[in-house]
Structures are given as structure tokens and as C-alpha cells.
Nanobody, 115 residues
Framework: VQLVESGGGSVQTGGSLRLSCEASGYTDRRYCVGWFRQAPGKEREGVAA???????DYADSVKGRFTISRDPARNLAYLQLNSLKPEDTAVYYC???????????WGQGTQVTVS
């Protein structure tokens, strides 16, 4: 399985970005997809996740501002980031489950910088 992110960049406070994640190698569509982030000097943080049935979950810090979605037919997942704050600055990683409940597959990461 491979996960490839795109869509990161630099924006001003209050701006928006949309991150995309393309998955390849899965044999069915029941996998969960999520996004983690890691800022310099901070621990990795789970941001959002979406199950194969569409159920979603968000970190409290992004609820109401970020939206996770997926297009199963195209093996794509998205993270819409609105009302961005400087504290959202981090490398964002797309993750996918590895047949169980663990996010065993990780993308290479994409940088989001908010100033």
C-alpha cells in the first residue's frame, strides 16, 4: 500500500487549504483513512479519520474547522482545512489502516505553514 499526499503550502491566518491523499494497493474499500500532523518540537497528533462506512472523528483542536472526506471509487481522501491558525503549522501525514485497527501505512507528509 502506498499513500501520497498533496496540497500543502503556505497561507495566512484565516486561510484555507485542501490536502489530498491518493491510496494505491488496497484490495477493498473498507480501510480507514486518517490524517496526523507533527509540528517541530511537538508530539505527533491525530487530526481526523474516516472509516469505510463514512463515519468521521476529529481532534478537538480542529472540530468545526477541518473536514475529512473520501472518494472510495477513486481511492482518494481529502482534508479541508479552514480558518487556519499558526498553531496548525505542521507536516501533515495521510495514514491508512493495515487490515486491523492500526494506521500501519503512512504517506511521506506534506508541509502546511500558517503565518
Amino acid at each position: 500500500v502506498q499513500l501520497v499526499e498533496s496540497g500543502g503550502g503556505s497561507v495566512q491566518t484565516g486561510g484555507s487549504l485542501r490536502l489530498s491523499c491518493e491510496a494505491s494497493g488496497y484490495t477493498d474499500r473498507r480501510y480507514c483513512v486518517g490524517w496526523f500532523r507533527q509540528a517541530p518540537g511537538k508530539e505527533r497528533e491525530g487530526v481526523a479519520a474516516i472509516a469505510g462506512d463514512g463515519r468521521t472523528d476529529y481532534a478537538d483542536s480542529v472540530k468545526g474547522r477541518f473536514t475529512i472526506s473520501r472518494d472510495p471509487a477513486r481511492n482518494l481522501a481529502y482534508l479541508q482545512l479552514n480558518s487556519l491558525k499558526p498553531e496548525d503549522t505542521a507536516v501533515y501525514y495521510c495514514v491508512g489502516t493495515d487490515g486491523g485497527a492500526d494506521f500501519g501505512y503512512w504517506g511521506q507528509g506534506t508541509q502546511v505553514t500558517v503565518s
